[in-house]
C-alpha cells in the first residue's frame, strides 16, 4: 500500500511562497506516479500537477503553470509541491494522490488529470491565501 500524509499548509499573504510535501509509504511508491489535486470552497477537486515516476515529465493545470513546481524524492518516498506567487484564488486543500504506473495508469498528461486514474489519497493540507 501506499498511505499519504500531506504537510506544509498554512495561511500566507498574496505574493508569498509555501512548499506542501507528501510522504508515502511501502516499496511500492517508486513505482506510483503521483499527482497533486486541490479544492476551493464550493468547487469541485481539479487537478494541480502531476509527475512521472523519474520525475523526468511533469504536468500543470494552466492556472499553476510558471508558479509552481512538482519534484519528487524517490529516496524519501516524498512528493513536493513549490508554490511561488500565490494568489487568494489558490485557497484551497490540497490532496497529493499515487496512480499505478506499473498498471499503466496515468500514462499520458490527459490521464494525469482525471481522478478515477488514482488509486491512493491523501487527508489533504489546507493552504489559505490573504488579499
Known amino acids: 500500500q501506499v498511505p499519504l500524509v500531506e504537510s506544509g499548509g498554512g495561511l500566507v499573504q498574496a505574493g508569498g511562497s509555501l512548499r506542501l510535501s507528501c510522504v508515502g509509504s511501502?516499496?511500492?511508491?517508486?513505482?506510483?506516479?503521483m499527482g497533486w489535486f486541490r479544492q476551493a470552497p464550493g468547487k469541485e477537486r481539479e487537478f494541480a500537477a502531476g509527475?512521472?515516476?523519474?520525475?523526468?515529465?511533469?504536468y500543470y493545470a494552466d492556472s499553476v503553470k510558471g508558479r509552481f513546481i512538482i519534484s519528487r524524492d524517490n529516496a524519501k518516498d516524498t512528493v513536493y509541491l513549490q508554490m511561488d506567487s500565490l494568489k487568494p484564488e489558490d485557497t484551497a486543500v490540497y490532496y497529493c494522490?499515487?496512480?499505478?504506473?506499473?498498471?499503466?495508469?496515468?500514462?499520458?498528461?490527459?490521464?494525469?488529470?482525471?481522478?478515477?486514474?488514482?488509486?491512493?489519497w491523501g487527508q489533504g493540507t489546507q493552504v489559505t491565501v490573504s488579499s
Open positions: 494522490a499515487a496512480c499505478d504506473s506499473s498498471r499503466g495508469y496515468c500514462s499520458s498528461n490527459y490521464y494525469f488529470r482525471l481522478e478515477s486514474e488514482y488509486t491512493y
Open positions: 511501502g516499496r511500492t511508491f517508486r513505482t506510483y506516479n
Open positions: 509527475i512521472t515516476v523519474s520525475g523526468d515529465n511533469t
